[in-house]
């Protein structure tokens, strides 16, 4: 063994440990939340595959975007987007050199690759030609339209989600796809690097451009134009497939709207291992295929609720599916609507006294009206304001008026919206937020 | 239980020599000072003054004397939310300090300060102010909600719907219980202040609002019936309690009864013009629980300085 293979075997080990610690906690699970929070989005962070198709897809303008984090003093940021670019510099000059030192996927898949060698069975080849430079090219031709279809298949985004899973399962179908290749690769060594890995695709091409720029689209020419003609038609039917149906889901807060997250969400996962509520789960429902696998908000499974003083979620997407919010700007978004049930509700329905919605609203959204006729107005009655509900979901959580699920449902909204109210009255109350980071 | 009589700590004769020495103003009428809990004259301390901690030792100097009030005491604040000091949904945790720091001095050993919360405690109970005093003063701080051990089943013989409930077992065990709610506005009672505050004593508070929230709040008052009731209305939230943040008032009052009907009676004025707006106030009237006719009460104004 020569002294740099040594060294090589010993860094990726290093890589590959530090990654199945950040994706399933560790030994440690109590080490990961002393870690910062955007520690989270580390792994997902460094494919160059998901900055450089979402930067097309959601017309980024990353200069702009550096230079406002620095101003904002917002160094993690800032140094997030340093990474892709000695990323790229890096394949530019030595090609691959990422999938052979740091991949943690590709890590995997050598280690089970080592294993076929030593049981000298004939390798299958189930997999005969290159998938890749399609898969590539068709995810540049979606990203030109503006959705990003094929980047769930990104490595690093599948080896974030690994642990991820929700109630059902068929949520566990989205952590499998690297497991499933991993099995393959006991059959056809490394069969998901040299032929279906798009980001290794990506580097070999970077590569290649540097050194012999004409050959390398000769030489593509028919995968090029294979992918784009799959790619551009799929991401345009898919996104009018989008538009034509109203938000039925709860995204989380700064994803914008349905359209804008379930376009650019790469479901790494990492907003769902970042919620202290676990509010934010696997949407499992097949039917909604544009949502398919979805990070959605689930208030009804044991009553959760999108915490007051938490923007965590906010934190850590790598891609910018759901935008980065200061705790202040996260209290002030509607991402849902609440809704009585007003034959369910105990005030409404039995003429009883309860409240305890408006009780339990932290942004004062629920206002109290009396029966007119009542001479000491004893039965209050909850009203939401819709202009104030932010959709927290504490009413709900909240309710218990003896129907399943209490007499107040979420109600998804088209596009998520700034509240202008100073719902916070008392300047103190920030400087006093244990959260605010 | 502890409403223990309350010659036990504080003996007429104590409250004459101090009344004596000019704490109190000797308006008082000299019959049955402090026979049965509701008699005619019901003594509701109210103090003023702009110092919260001051405010406090003042009340204690004068409600308790040199007494202590046992070698354990159950403290029941609130800290239900996450708000700050400021924002007065919580009690303010200066007030909380000086009463520990006075109890402590006078022989008790133990202060514990059970709360179910409405929000996490591990979130609201640092944010309201008082976990950082409480164990200052190296007391313990009790989340009821992290086990259902803490409770006891109690039957609750006088009351109407609340026939039994589950309640924190510290409030049975310990020699004296102080209520040291916040006075603000409450959405579904119109206020929260004293009777209100054990909602955050009981487990199942749900079972409340499903059967006649204010007829529940005054069958606990006639169970639960502290030793004393300190009223924290150095300021007041006027609306969107019981959270807010809502529009607040100072009055910079601490109201102090042994009757916590008298105290929430006496409190409610700050809020309505009668006592009498607030239903479960009316049912504790009618149920003869305390004294809610602020005619019938000896009101003892004293401005601390």
């Given at each position: 063994m020569?002294?740099?293979?040594?060294?090589?075997?010993?860094?990726?080990?290093?890589?590959?440990?530090?990654?199945?610690?950040?994706?399933?906690?560790?030994?440690?699970?109590?080490?990961?939340?002393?870690l910062?929070?955007?520690?989270?989005?580390?792994?997902?962070?460094?494919?160059?595959?998901?900055?450089?198709?979402?930067?097309?897809?959601?017309?980024?303008?990353?200069?702009?975007?550096?230079?406002?984090?620095?101003?904002?003093?917002?160094?993690?940021?800032?140094?997030?987007?340093?990474?892709?670019?000695?990323i790229?510099?890096l394949?530019?000059?030595?090609?691959?050199?990422?999938?052979?030192?740091?991949?943690?996927?590709?890590?995997?898949?050598?280690?089970?690759a080592?294993?076929?060698?030593?049981?000298?069975?004939?390798?299958?080849?189930?997999?005969?030609?290159?998938?890749?430079?399609?898969?590539?090219?068709?995810?540049?031709?979606?990203?030109?339209?503006?959705?990003?279809?094929?980047?769930?298949?990104?490595?690093?985004?599948?080896?974030?989600?690994?642990?991820?899973?929700?109630?059902?399962?068929?949520?566990w179908?989205?952590?499998a796809?690297?497991?499933?290749?991993?099995?393959?690769?006991?059959?056809?060594?490394?069969?998901?690097?040299?032929?279906?890995?798009?980001?290794?695709?990506?580097?070999?091409?970077?590569?290649?451009?540097?050194?012999?720029?004409?050959?390398?689209?000769?030489?593509?020419?028919?995968?090029?134009?294979?992918?784009?003609?799959?790619?551009?038609?799929?991401?345009?039917?898919?996104?009018?497939?989008?538009?034509?149906?109203?938000?039925?889901?709860?995204?989380?807060?700064?994803?914008?709207?349905?359209?804008?997250?379930?376009?650019?969400?790469?479901?790494?996962?990492?907003?769902?291992?970042a919620?202290?509520?676990?509010?934010?789960?696997?949407?499992?429902?097949?039917?909604?295929?544009?949502?398919?696998?979805?990070?959605?908000?689930?208030?009804?499974?044991?009553?959760?609720?999108?915490?007051?003083f938490?923007?965590?979620?906010?934190?850590?997407?790598?891609?910018?599916?759901?935008?980065?919010?200061?705790?202040?700007?996260?209290?002030?978004?509607?991402?849902?609507?609440?809704?009585?049930?007003?034959?369910d509700?105990?005030?409404?329905?039995?003429?009883?006294?309860?409240?305890?919605?408006?009780?339990?609203?932290?942004?004062?959204?629920?206002?109290?009206?009396?029966?007119?006729?009542d001479?000491?107005?004893d039965?209050?009655?909850?009203?939401?304001?819709?202009?104030?509900?932010?959709?927290?979901?504490?009413?709900?959580?909240?309710?218990v008026?003896?129907?399943?699920?209490?007499?107040?449902d979420?109600?998804?909204?088209?596009?998520?919206?700034?509240?202008?109210?100073?719902?916070?009255?008392?300047?103190?109350?920030?400087?006093?937020?244990?959260?605010?980071? | 239980?502890?409403?223990?009589?309350?010659?036990?700590?504080?003996?007429r004769?104590?409250?004459?020599?101090?009344?004596?020495?000019?704490?109190?103003?000797?308006?008082?009428?000299?019959?049955e000072?402090?026979?049965?809990?509701?008699?005619?004259?019901?003594?509701?301390?109210?103090?003023?003054?702009?110092?919260?901690?001051?405010?406090?030792?003042?009340?204690?100097?004068?409600?308790?004397?040199?007494?202590?009030?046992?070698?354990?005491v159950?403290?029941?604040?609130?800290?239900?939310?996450?708000?700050?000091?400021?924002?007065?949904?919580?009690?303010?945790?200066?007030?909380?300090?000086?009463?520990?720091?006075?109890?402590?001095?006078?022989?008790?050993s133990?202060?514990?300060?059970?709360?179910?919360?409405?929000?996490?405690?591990?979130?609201?109970?640092?944010?309201?102010?008082?976990?950082?005093?409480?164990?200052?003063?190296?007391?313990?701080?009790?989340?009821?909600?992290?086990?259902?051990?803490?409770?006891?089943?109690?039957?609750?013989?006088?009351?109407?719907?609340?026939?039994?409930?589950?309640?924190?077992?510290?409030?049975?065990?310990?020699?004296?219980?102080?209520?040291?709610?916040?006075?603000?506005?409450?959405?579904?009672?119109?206020?929260?202040?004293?009777?209100?505050?054990?909602?955050?004593?009981?487990?199942?508070r749900?079972?409340?609002?499903?059967?006649?929230?204010?007829?529940?709040?005054?069958?606990?008052?006639?169970?639960?019936k502290?030793?004393?009731?300190f009223?924290?209305?150095?300021?007041?939230?006027?609306?969107?309690?019981?959270?807010?943040?809502?529009?607040?008032?100072?009055?910079?009052?601490?109201?102090?009864?042994?009757?916590?009907?008298?105290?929430?009676?006496?409190?409610?004025?700050?809020?309505?013009?009668?006592?009498?707006?607030?239903?479960?106030?009316?049912?504790?009237?009618?149920?003869?629980?305390?004294?809610?006719?602020?005619?019938k009460?000896?009101?003892h104004?004293?401005?601390?300085?």
């Amino acid at each position: 063994m020569t002294k740099l293979r040594v060294v090589r075997i010993v860094i990726r080990l290093w890589f590959f440990i530090a990654a199945v610690f950040l994706v399933l906690g560790g030994p440690l699970p109590q080490a990961m939340t002393q870690l910062p929070i955007w520690i989270r989005k580390i792994l997902p962070q460094f494919s160059l595959l998901a900055a450089f198709t979402e930067t097309i897809a959601q017309r980024l303008n990353p200069i702009a975007n550096f230079s406002e984090a620095l101003a904002q003093k917002r160094w993690a940021l800032a140094c997030y987007l340093i990474a892709p670019c000695v990323i790229a510099a890096l394949a530019i000059w030595k090609g691959r050199f990422f999938c052979r030192w740091v991949c943690p996927a590709g890590s995997a898949f050598s280690l089970s690759a080592a294993l076929t060698k030593k049981t000298k069975t004939k390798p299958w080849r189930i997999i005969r030609k290159p998938v890749a430079p399609i898969l590539f090219w068709a995810l540049i031709g979606s990203a030109l339209v503006g959705v990003t279809l094929f980047l769930p298949l990104d490595p690093l985004s599948s080896f974030n989600r690994i642990a991820g899973r929700s109630a059902g399962w068929v949520t566990w179908i989205p952590g499998a796809v690297l497991p499933a290749f991993l099995l393959l690769g006991i059959l056809q060594p490394l069969a998901w690097c040299a032929w279906v890995c798009p980001l290794g695709y990506f580097f070999d091409l970077l590569k290649k451009i540097r050194t012999q720029p004409a050959a390398t689209f000769n030489s593509q020419r028919r995968q090029i134009i294979a992918g784009l003609a799959i790619g551009i038609p799929v991401a345009a039917v898919w996104k009018k497939f989008r538009q034509a149906k109203p938000a039925k889901a709860i995204m989380p807060p700064g994803s914008d709207s349905t359209e804008h997250f379930s376009s650019t969400c790469t479901r790494c996962y990492a907003c769902i291992a970042a919620c202290p509520s676990g509010i934010i789960k696997i949407n499992s429902s097949a039917t909604e295929l544009d949502r398919l696998f979805l990070p959605t908000l689930d208030y009804t499974a044991g009553a959760k609720v999108c915490a007051e003083f938490c923007n965590e979620c906010t934190k850590v997407c790598p891609v910018g599916a759901i935008r980065t919010l200061a705790l202040e700007q996260k209290q002030q978004l509607q991402i849902a609507q609440a809704k009585i049930r007003r034959k369910d509700c105990i005030a409404w329905g039995k003429n009883e006294v309860c409240a305890v919605c408006d009780e339990y609203c932290p942004y004062s959204a629920i206002h109290i009206e009396y029966a007119p006729d009542d001479e000491y107005h004893d039965i209050p009655l909850p009203v939401i304001d819709s202009e104030k509900c932010r959709g927290c979901g504490y009413c709900k959580k909240a309710c218990v008026a003896p129907v399943s699920g209490g007499a107040i449902d979420m109600l998804p909204v088209e596009k998520q919206k700034t509240i202008h109210d100073s719902y916070q009255r008392d300047k103190n109350h920030s400087s006093a937020e244990p959260m605010d980071g | 239980m502890a409403d223990k009589s309350f010659n036990e700590f504080f003996s007429r004769r104590d409250f004459l020599k101090l009344s004596a020495a000019g704490a109190i103003s000797l308006a008082l009428p000299g019959g049955e000072l402090f026979g049965a809990a509701a008699a005619d004259a019901t003594d509701v301390w109210v103090f003023h003054g702009m110092d919260n901690y001051k405010l406090m030792q003042k009340a204690m100097e004068t409600v308790f004397g040199k007494k202590s009030l046992g070698k354990n005491v159950a403290l029941k604040v609130n800290a239900a939310w996450e708000r700050t000091p400021a924002q007065g949904a919580n009690t303010d945790p200066v007030l909380v300090d000086a009463f520990l720091a006075g109890v402590l001095a006078a022989g008790t050993s133990h202060v514990v300060v059970p709360e179910n919360p409405c929000r996490p405690a591990k979130k609201a109970f640092p944010m309201s102010g008082i976990l950082p005093v409480v164990e200052k003063h190296k007391q313990k701080m009790i989340d009821l909600q992290s086990d259902s051990k803490y409770y006891k089943n109690v039957k609750l013989k006088d009351a109407d719907r609340l026939k039994q409930a589950k309640v924190a077992r510290y409030f049975m065990e310990a020699d004296a219980v102080v209520n040291m709610p916040v006075a603000k506005s409450h959405g579904s009672t119109k206020i929260s202040i004293a009777m209100k505050n054990w909602m955050g004593a009981v487990e199942d508070r749900g079972f409340w609002h499903k059967n006649d929230l204010y007829q529940c709040i005054a069958d606990f008052a006639t169970y639960l019936k502290p030793t004393w009731t300190f009223i924290d209305a150095t300021r007041t939230m006027m609306s969107k309690g019981p959270q807010g943040p809502g529009p607040l008032k100072h009055p910079h009052l601490l109201i102090v009864s042994k009757d916590q009907v008298a105290a929430d009676a006496y409190a409610t004025t700050l809020f309505f013009d009668s006592p009498y707006s607030v239903k479960y106030i009316r049912l504790a009237k009618d149920m003869n629980i305390g004294q809610t006719d602020i005619k019938k009460m000896n009101v003892h104004k004293i401005e601390v300085a």
